[in-house]
């Protein structure tokens, strides 16, 4: 089975500037999560959907970050416009069933963001 | 809130040496406990995992045990290898009953673990 794909893998841009990242999860799953990896730090959620819905954006600092999952399939996270504190390496997560069942989230590779 | 603490690190080994890295929680509701494994270049990988006090997980020779009257979750193996030098991080689950934690994942910062030869 293929895993949770994402794109880029690496993106550089200068400050003000704005970027966006994809992310394909495993056929099927429904929930689907973007973490923010800061360097030297554990994995911090972002937000959190259920099929198309958000289930949790309480993290999202939502004056510059917004994410859509328009299909309930993939999704785009948006940075607009960066801050060099946006530099992180920022991940995709998927799990089969809903976000209050115990099951599995499997990860991306990740997409390792610096700002200049 | 939920948080999780792990030792500092880094930590560096020679191989077939013991390994522990030690994790401490607080959580209000009734936490799953995981330990997930990122290689160098990989994304994140689930270890293994407990979903209730005295519970043991384990996997690939790692080991933790769920203490809930200490609030830990320490990670072992008797004998690392060169191939077990990754970032180790311990995380939580937070389930409490009629809430809405949604079952997000808190992490720890990471230890970063490098066995020699």
């Known amino acids: 089975e293929a895993g949770v794909a994402q794109s880029p ?3 550089i841009i200068e400050k003000r500037q704005s970027v966006a990242f994809w992310c394909n999860p495993i056929s099927g799953h429904a929930t689907l999560y973007w973490y923010q990896q800061i360097l030297g730090q554990g994995p911090k959620l972002l937000i959190q959907f259920q099929n198309n819905g958000v289930v949790d954006d309480s993290q999202l600092p939502k004056d510059r ?13 948006k940075i607009q416009p960066a801050k060099l504190e946006d530099s992180a390496v ?25 700002v200049l | 809130g939920d948080s999780v603490t792990q030792m500092e690190g880094p930590v560096t080994l020679s191989e077939e040496a013991f390994l522990t890295i030690n994790c401490t929680y607080t959580a209000t509701g009734y936490p799953s406990l995981f330990w997930y494994v990122q290689y160098p270049g990989e994304g994140l990988q689930l270890l293994l995992k407990a979903t209730k006090a005295d519970d043991k997980g384990s996997n ?24 077990d030098s990754a970032v180790y991080f311990c995380a939580l689950r937070d389930w409490r009953a009629g809430g809405t934690s949604y079952g997000k994942l808190t992490f720890g910062q990471g230890t970063i673990l490098t066995v020699h030869p």
């Open chain 1, 90 to 114: 920022y991940l995709c997560a998927s799990s089969s069933r809903g976000p209050l069942e115990n099951n599995e989230q499997f990860f991306g590779p990740g997409t390792r963001l610096t």
């Open chain 1, 65 to 77: 970050f917004s994410a859509e999952r328009l299909k309930g399939v993939d999704s785009t996270l």
């Open chain 2, 60 to 83: 690939k020779g790692f080991e933790a045990t769920y203490r809930k009257e200490t609030t830990s979750f320490h990670l072992e193996k008797g004998s690392v290898q060169v191939s």
């Open chain 1, 9 to 11: 893998r690496y993106k």
